[in-house]
């Protein structure tokens, strides 16, 4: 899906906009976000509106984007793609500010172990990539006040 990951780049890279677009991609956009070499650290987390342990830990991810603007967050959610305008309605009524995208890939066994290969797909799922070191963390739980700031740490 070519045409969305210079979108992506450019939401992941600036920060988010306010009027929060949820653009749909496959997940080689993803990847290459994934795969790519910055001076920043990284913060991917897969999420779904109908996950409770997801948006429990929504309020941490949003705090840290919103503390820490040099860190790259990105939330990529795993409804169905038929599901946007529920998500873009979520993403509004949660009041997010970190870029989301909404993942239309459903063969999970082609990219889950592209994003790391001890996931066995449960979400929420979190990737932190040092993107100058290459040095990841990734968890398959749902985080707890002050565990994904001590991830991020753990990648500096």
């Known amino acids: 899906m070519r045409p969305f990951f210079p979108f992506i780049l ?7 906009v306010y009027a929060q677009q949820v653009p749909v991609v496959k997940f080689e956009a993803l990847e290459k976000v994934i795969s790519s070499k910055s001076d920043s650290i990284a913060v991917i987390n897969f999420w779904a509106t109908w996950c409770a342990p997801c948006v429990k830990e929504l309020p941490f991810f949003e705090k840290v ?15 169905f793609a038929d ?3 529920k998500v873009i309605a979520f993403v509004k009524r949660k009041e997010i500010k970190s870029p989301v995208v909404l993942l239309d890939d459903i063969d999970y066994n082609t990219w889950i172990d592209r994003v790391d290969t001890s996931w066995g797909g449960a ?3 979190t990737l932190i990539i040092n993107q100058k070191t ?3 963390k990734f968890v398959d739980h749902e985080l707890h006040a002050g565990e994904l700031q001590n991830l991020i740490d753990a990648v500096k």
């Open 10 to 16: 450019a939401v992941f890279f600036t920060g988010g």
């Open 134 to 136: 290459g040095q990841r």
């Open 123 to 125: 979400i929420p799922a």
């Open 65 to 79: 984007h919103a503390e820490h603007p040099e860190i790259k967050m990105l939330m990529v959610n795993l409804d």
């Open 83 to 85: 599901k946007l305008d």
